[in-house]
């Protein structure tokens, strides 16, 4: 199960630090659980809200970035369910953007060996399943 | 009273289709009833700044400047609900999105920022309506 998750999940602002890191210990302690890896963990702080939340104006953000199945998720988000201070959760799934971006992103890597080097055929054989015609000229080498 | 200017309108139908001369796949919409008050739709409306292919490079008042899509020239890909300043160029004050006729957005760039949009409003990064803070 590789599917990759973003959890982002705003805390009332007047929650100690301490209580937060013990919240995110928790979370974090639940994922393994349930079959996931946690990738990373990012207090994003202290942020004005764009509309009032259950009568707050402000709230910490934290983002975690997670790894694993759906049943996970589940659990994850049940857990914020139930847990007072968090008052606002919202779960992305983000391993299909991941590939396209890295699908791009190799594309453009290829690109710009294959303009900087023209006459070398390693950096080209690298990047094999590249579609581009361009892979015809290491080719003809 | 606009039913007595569709009568001789047949007959000539330049004045009327600002567009291509379409007249035979006019009739349908001209048998409507409703015909009689939304016929200026056809019209520039919102397919002027599109490029009318009958005004060409003259057409002054079609082509307001050939805007350019901002994801694509910047070769911005990732286009994230988190970072809701760029997002914010993107939305109106009241908070609604911008259309891209106005934005000159590419459809595909703008199918993504719309839904970062409204991944952003629900995380309250962004208003649903009202100024952004």
Redesign the interface.
């Known amino acids: 199960m590789n599917r990759a998750y973003e959890l982002m999940f705003i805390v009332r602002p007047d929650m100690a630090e301490e209580d937060l890191d013990k919240l995110i210990a928790t979370l974090e302690a639940a994922v393994p659980a349930s079959g996931g890896t946690v990738k990373s963990v990012d207090k994003m702080g202290k942020r004005r809200l764009a509309y009032t939340v259950r009568k707050f104006h402000e709230g910490m953000y934290v983002l975690l970035t997670v790894e694993g199945g759906g049943a996970m998720v589940h659990e994850l988000e049940r857990r914020l369910r139930v847990t007072e201070p968090v008052i606002k959760f919202m779960t992305v799934r983000i391993d299909e953007e991941q590939k396209r971006l890295d699908k791009i992103k190799a594309l453009r890597d290829a690109k710009k060996k294959l303009s900087a080097q023209p006459a070398a055929p390693a950096p080209a054989a690298v990047e094999e399943p590249a579609p581009a015609p361009a892979v015809e000229v290491p080719a003809a080498h | 009273m606009t039913d007595e200017t569709r009568v001789p309108a047949p007959a000539s139908d330049a004045p009327r289709e600002a567009h291509a001369p379409r007249p035979s796949g006019d009739r349908p919409s001209g048998d409507r009833p409703s015909g009689g008050g939304d016929r200026p739709r056809y019209g520039g409306g919102g397919r002027g700044p599109g490029g009318p292919p009958r005004e060409g490079g003259g057409g002054r008042k079609f082509f307001r400047r050939k805007k350019v899509c901002k994801f694509c020239t910047e ?1 911005i ?2 286009i994230n ?2 970072d809701y300043r760029m997002l914010g160029q993107f939305v109106a004050e009241s908070g609604k999105i911008v259309p891209r006729r106005l934005t000159g957005v590419c459809s595909p760039h703008q199918h993504r920022l719309s839904n970062a949009i409204k ?1 952003a ?8 309506a ?1 100024r ?2």
């Open positions: 070769k890909e990732n609900y988190k991944q409003r629900n995380i309250a990064l962004l208003p649903f009202g952004a803070s």
